[in-house]
Nanobody
Framework: QVHLVESGGGLVQPGGSLRLSCAAS????????MDWYRQAPGKQRDLVAQ???????RYVDSVKGRFTISRDNAKNTVYLQMNSLKFEDTAVYYC???????????WGNGTLVTVSS
């Protein structure tokens, strides 16, 4: 059974930092592209960052230079380092694992990030 468990969310002031983690089990982690999505209240779920099984990364323009995605295949974990947080980064953050070949994908349950003064 596949499980993706996000952690690290919380309340932070504007300009602050958080590091999200997503621990995977039940998959061969190194064969999966790992993505971070976010969903703000009343809005659709949008892609934030991706890291392929080979380590290539991609970011949405609004987080470039502030967020960094990374992965540790030995720990079956993907991270999202978020710096210089803004009010508009407030959302539930979800990780998604997508098999590099078949496209089969799985979702975590999300972790809430609230940026507020």
């Amino acid at each position: 059974q596949v499980h993706l468990v996000e952690s690290g969310g919380g309340l932070v002031q504007p300009g602050g930092s958080l590091r999200l983690s997503c621990a995977a089990s039940g998959i061969i982690f190194s064969l999966y592209r790992m993505d971070w999505y976010r969903q703000a209240p009343g809005k659709q779920r949008d892609l934030v960052a991706q890291i392929t099984f080979s380590g290539r990364t991609r970011y949405v323009d609004s987080v470039k230079g502030r967020f960094t995605i990374s992965r540790d295949n030995a720990k079956n974990t993907v991270y999202l380092q978020m710096n210089s947080l803004k009010f508009e980064d407030t959302a539930v953050y979800y990780c998604n694992a997508a098999h590099f070949n078949t496209g089969v994908n799985y979702w975590g349950n999300g972790t809430l990030v609230t940026v507020s003064s």
